[in-house]
C-alpha cells in the first residue's frame, strides 16, 4: 500500500447534538467515582455519551427474548411470548413454519459463530505476525518466551530437537518457530481432523467430545457451518444448532484465543505478575497522553517502544509536555498491562469519558469493542482517533488511518506517537483528570499460578488442590465480560466477586471485569484481608497473592481453560472440569465474544451464569435445553440470573453441589502448604 493511502483523514464531521435534558444521574450510571465525575463534566458541556443513550433508547423486547427472525426477506418475522404466557401448545410460528425455538437459536448460533470469529481472526493476524517473525522477515518481533514455544511445539508436534552424527540437539529455535507458526495458521483452514489443542484438556474431555462428536476440524470450518446452518431453510432443530456452536466455540476457546494467548506469549513474554495502576487518575495532564484501544497488543507492544524512544521524548519536551504517557483502554489495556505494567485509564464504558477528560492526546484503536461514538465526542475536544486495523475503519467525526503492517510495526507506532506529541498544544477544552487511581497487581497467566503456589523448582497446582480439599477455600470461580450500558456500570461486577470472595471463593478474571476489580482495590493480596472469608484470606496471605487474580485480556479466558486443566491434572478433585468445585460468570456481558466464551466454558463442563439477561426468553424449550438440559450432555450448563446477589447465590451453590459429589461437604483437617510442604512436593 501507498503512503499516501496508508494516512488518510476522513472528510465527514458529524457531530451529535447535545442531549442534556435526557441525560442520566451520573450516580446512577456507576458505582465508579471517576467515571460519575466525568460524566457530569459531558454532560456540562453538553456532549452525548452512552449512558445518556441508554437513558433515553430502551431495547426491543422481541429481540431481548430472542424471537426476532430476519434471515430472510419475507420478515421479519416477530414471535414474542404473549403477555399472558403461553396457554396450551405454543402454536407460534414464523412465515416459514419456524418455532420460536428455531429462531432463537439460530440466532443464538450467529451470536457464537461472531464471537468466535472475533476472538479467532484476532488469533489470525497474532499467527501471521508469528510466522514474519520466524521466517525473519520483520525485526521488530522476536521470539521472547523460548521455553513457552517449546512447550507449544510439543503440542503441535513439532520437534524440538534432531539428531547430529548419533547426538541429540535443539534445533534452531527459529527453525522450531516457523514449524509452530504454519502449523497453527494452518489451524484455521483445516478441512477435517481435530485441532490440535483438543488434548490438552483432561482426557475425559477429550474422550467426551469426541464420542459426542463435536471436536472442532478447523477454526474458519466451524463458523463457516453455523452461518451455513442459520442460513433460511436449513438447520431447525435447536440442539443440532447447538451441537455446531459447540463446535465453533471450542474452536474459538481451545484453538483461535489459545493460539493467539500462547503465540502472543511466545512473541511479547508469557506474563508473570507485575504491579500496575488503573482509573482516568493515569492520566498526566502535563504529558502526552496517548490510549491504545482495542484487543491486539501486536502495534500496541511497538507503541510502548515507541513512547520510551529517547528521541521521542525529546520531541515531547519540546512541544511542552514533561513526557509521554501511554495507557490502555479494554482489552489492549489488559495485554500491555500483564506483560509491561503500562497503566489502564478504564474499562469498555469509559472510552468516551477518557475523551472528555480534556487531556488525551491520542487514541489509537484497533479491533472489538470500539464505540463509534468515540469519533464524534472526540470532535468536540482535541483528541486524534487514529484507526489501524484494515478491518475497523470509521465512518463518523474525524479519524486518521494509519494501517498498521508488521513488517514496519515500529515505524507504524512511531509515526503515531509523533502525531499525540504533536496535537499537544491542541489541547482546548478545560481539562478533568479525576484523582482515582488503583494500585493492582495482574498478569497471572496460568504458568505464573503454577510458580507461585508451588515456587520456582516445584511449580504445582497441588497447595491450590489441597486447600479446596481441606475447605479452606471452597472453589473457583472464572468472573469475567464485558459492561453494559444497561446495568449500573460496574455495580454488578464487583457485588458478584466480592460475595463470592467473603464465601471463601477465589476469582480468576479478565477482560472488564479485572478492570472493575482493579478500580475498586480488589486486585492486591491486601485486599484479602478486606474482602474475604478466613479460609481464603489465610490463603492469600500465605502465598502472597491477591484473592482475584487477573489474568488478561477477553482472549485470555483460554488461560481459565488451562488453569482448571491444572487443577484437574494436579489431582484429588475428580477427573474432568465438570468435577471441579468451580463456576463461571460473566455479570454485564454485552459482547458476542462472551457468548461465544460463554458456550466454550460450558461445552468443557463449567457451570456458567450470565448477568443482563439472555436472549432466549422468548423461546421455552430452547432456553430449557440450554439451562438445564445441556448438563446432562456437557456437565455444564448455561444460566441467567440479572441480581447480582442471586447471582453469587447460584455460583455458590453450584460449587457446593460439586463439593458433595466430590464428598469434601465434611469437615477435613485443615492445613496450610508452608515451605516445608512444598518442599516435599513430589512434583518437581
Ligand atoms: S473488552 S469484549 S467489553 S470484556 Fe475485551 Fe470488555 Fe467485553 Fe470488550
Known sequence: MSEEKKVTETQKVKVVPPTKAKSVNPKEASVDPATQQVLAKAQEEGVETIFDRANVMKPCNIGEQGTCCKMCAQGPCRLPLPKK?????????????????????????????????AHSDHGRSVAEVFLAAARRETEDYTI???EKLLEIAKDFDVPTHVVVDGEEVERDIYEIAQDVGEKALAEWGKQEGEIYYAKRAPEARYELWKKLDVIPRGIDREIVEILHRTHMGVDQDYRNLIKQCTRAALADGWAGSMIATDLQDVLFGTPYPVQGQINLGVLKEDHVNIIVHGHEPLLSEMIVVAAQDPEMLEYAKSKGAKGINLAGMCCTANEILVRHGMPIAGNYLMQELAIVTGAVDAMVVDVQCIMENIANVATCYHTKVITTNPRAMMDSGETIHIEFDEHHALEDAKKIVKLAVDNFPNRRSPILIPKEKEMMVAGFSYEAIRYHLGGTFRGSYVPLNDNIINGRIRGIAGVVGCNNARTTHDSAHLIVVKELLKNDVIVLTTGCNAMACGKAGLLTPESAKVYCGAGLEEVCETVGIPPVLHMGACVDNSRILMAATEVVKAGGLGKDISDLPAAGSAPEWMSEKAISIGHYFVASGVYTVFGVGLPVSGAPRFAEYIFKELEQIYGGMWDVEPDPYEHAKKLIAHIDKKRKALGLDKARERKLFDMADRRALDVA
Open 85 to 117: 404466557g403461553i396457554e396450551g401448545e405454543d402454536t407460534r410460528k414464523g412465515l416459514c413454519g419456524a418455532t420460536p425455538e428455531t429462531i432463537a437459536a439460530r440466532n443464538f448460533a450467529r451470536m457464537v459463530a461472531a464471537g468466535a470469529a
Open 144 to 146: 521472547k518466551d523460548r
